[in-house]
């Protein structure tokens, strides 16, 4: 589980015409991160690493890089606090 109040990813998204499923979780594997459950919707493949709902509102952000050529992307948030905030 996260830690409360870092800024953490919280979706691994990997373009459907870059990557397939197999590929996209031996990335997420290698690289230490939840794989197991993903959402094929839209031109995306998205792998969540914790409930969105633990999120600050309006504290994320979004990276995108290349791993072997292909595009991966990020959504980052910052977690609630203990408070809520």
């Excluded at 990997?14 to 997420?28: G, H, I, R, S, T």
């Excluded at 995306?44 to 994320?60: I, L, M, N, S, T």
Aim: proline letters at 5%; charged letters at 30%.
């Amino acid at each position: 589980m996260p830690v409360k109040g870092k800024v953490l990813p919280q979706t691994f998204l990997f373009p459907k015409d870059e990557w397939n499923v197999a590929q996209a979780k031996a990335w997420l594997k290698a690289h230490a991160k939840k794989y197991g459950k993903v959402d094929a919707k839209g031109g995306h493949y998205r792998f969540r690493q914790f409930d969105p709902k633990v999120c600050r509102a309006g504290r994320y952000g979004t990276k995108v890089w290349k791993s072997g050529g292909k595009e991966i992307k990020a959504v980052f948030c910052a977690r609630k606090t203990s408070k809520g905030r």
